[in-house]
């Protein structure tokens, strides 16, 4: 167990804190001060970060963080812990590891026993999913779906019967056929596209996919898109050896046949005792239980 009292010991600290999406007023006072105390501040970009800093009079050590260097970024981050130094971990734009650079160093910083404080502030996902007319709770974020058409819809189709509503990022040049394949897969559901959030172009766009992809060619920015969830049963539709296949791949991947079906169940919605009589009778799908 790792039990972590964050303000009751001396140990160095990572701090994970957001910064605005768009409007810079909206970069809070604890992250301002945060910000200004940490030793060193870790950055997608310094040409970036430096810009922030210096709107809000900050002057720091910056080093970059980036996907592509992420181990031996994260490698160097944990040595300046070590160290004792104060470290803060902060993206271009928004919160640092939901979609962008940071997942590995808080795994390696908690492993080393240091302490990892997030810092509320922006988060897209969440300003995207409140304004969006549809239903908040429960909510699953997936972030980027692939950009092959093949393995988008491969992957839309384990979501297809989940009944929460989801939250996806995407790119302006992408959202079109990123859309056609929610509305192939899913269906023509209701769905709210959000996009340069905070910023004097601020739009939200709320209908069913059908109703929106006729506009998608003219949308610039950065985009999240919220999807409804499926309310209806999809089960007897369900393409079974696909999810043989799910369970084969997570068994690959070293998971036992039972921690390979609950995985599949929970990424699904496919009731687990179904999957279990599949993989061991490995009879057709006959439908719901």
Request: proline share 5%.
């Amino acid at each position: 167990m790792n039990r972590q009292k964050s303000f009751e010991n001396e140990k160095p600290t990572l701090f994970l804190v957001p910064t605005p999406i768009g409007n810079l007023s909206e970069m809070t006072d604890r992250a301002i001060e945060v910000l200004g105390s940490v030793d060193v501040i870790a950055c997608e970009d310094t040409r970036t970060s430096g810009q922030l800093l210096k709107h809000f009079n900050i002057s720091k050590r910056l080093i970059s963080y980036q996907n592509f260097n992420e181990e031996s970024s994260s490698h160097g981050i944990v040595n300046l812990l070590s160290q004792g130094n104060n470290v803060a971990l902060i993206s271009d734009a928004g919160y640092p590891v939901i979609s962008d650079p940071g997942q590995r160093v808080v795994i390696d910083a908690i492993a080393e026993g240091f302490n990892v404080v997030p810092v509320s502030g922006c988060s897209a996902v969440l300003n995207a999913l409140v304004a969006s007319g549809l239903i908040a709770q429960p909510f699953l974020f997936v972030g980027f779906l692939p950009s092959s058409n093949h393995d988008r819809v491969k992957k839309l189709q384990e979501y297809r019967a989940y009944p929460m509503t989801m939250v996806f990022y995407e790119a302006p040049h992408r959202i079109a056929k990123m859309m056609q394949s929610c509305l192939d897969v899913l269906g023509d559901r209701r769905c709210c596209i959000a996009r340069e959030m905070t910023k004097v172009h601020e739009e939200f766009l709320r209908g069913t996919i059908s109703e929106l992809i006729p506009v998608l060619d003219e949308l610039k920015g950065e985009m999240v898109v919220v999807m409804d969830g499926n309310h209806d049963d999809y089960s007897k539709d369900i393409d079974m050896s696909h999810i043989m296949r799910m369970v084969q791949d997570s068994m690959e991947a070293g998971m036992t046949r039972s921690e390979a079906v609950k995985d599949v169940a929970v990424r699904t919605g496919i009731p687990r005792n179904r999957i279990y009589e599949l993989v061991h009778r490995k009879e057709p799908w006959k439908g719901p239980c």
